[in-house]
Structure formats: structure tokens, C-alpha cells
């Protein structure tokens, strides 16, 4: 997370997005991507911050947090 914030200073948002497979851990999904985009904010609160929960069928991807910046 330091690092993506670090490398994208000059993007103005960020997003953070919770993955989830079955719909009875959309609320974890959530709270993980809101702490990451609170720990985010944390190390730079000149940005912008949008944390969101989306289904995956890739159980691979299932309650990880993915960051991204525009």
C-alpha cells in the first residue's frame, strides 16, 4: 500500500476494492477495502479515497483487496 501511494503521488484518487465469492462475505470484502483506504489516507490525505466491495467468480481473488489509482 506505502508503495502504490508512494509511486502514484501525483494521481488524485484512489480506489480501493474488496473482492468477495459468495455474497455472505460482501460485508468483510467491504471492511477490508475500507481499512486499506484508511491506512492509505493515513500515509497521504491529499488524495481522494473510494473504498467498494465487488464479486468475483475467481476464488483466487476471494478477500483480497486490490488498490488502484486514477
Given at each position: 500500500?506505502?508503495?502504490?501511494?508512494?509511486?502514484?503521488?501525483?494521481?488524485?484518487?484512489?480506489?480501493c476494492?474488496?473482492?468477495?465469492?459468495?455474497?455472505?462475505?460482501?460485508a468483510?470484502?467491504?471492511?477490508?477495502?475500507r481499512?486499506?483506504?484508511?491506512?492509505?489516507?493515513?500515509?497521504?490525505?491529499?488524495?481522494s479515497?473510494?473504498?467498494?466491495?465487488?464479486?468475483?467468480?475467481a476464488s483466487s481473488?476471494?478477500g483480497?483487496?486490490m488498490?488502484?489509482?486514477?
Amino acid at each position: 500500500i506505502k508503495t502504490t501511494v508512494t509511486k502514484a503521488k501525483s494521481n488524485p484518487k484512489f480506489i480501493c476494492t474488496g473482492t468477495y465469492v459468495n455474497a455472505s462475505t460482501k460485508a468483510t470484502a467491504l471492511a477490508r477495502a475500507r481499512a486499506t483506504c484508511n491506512y492509505a489516507k493515513s500515509l497521504d490525505k491529499n488524495h481522494s479515497y473510494f473504498a467498494q466491495a465487488k464479486r468475483t467468480s475467481a476464488s483466487s481473488f476471494d478477500g483480497k483487496v486490490m488498490i488502484s489509482s486514477k
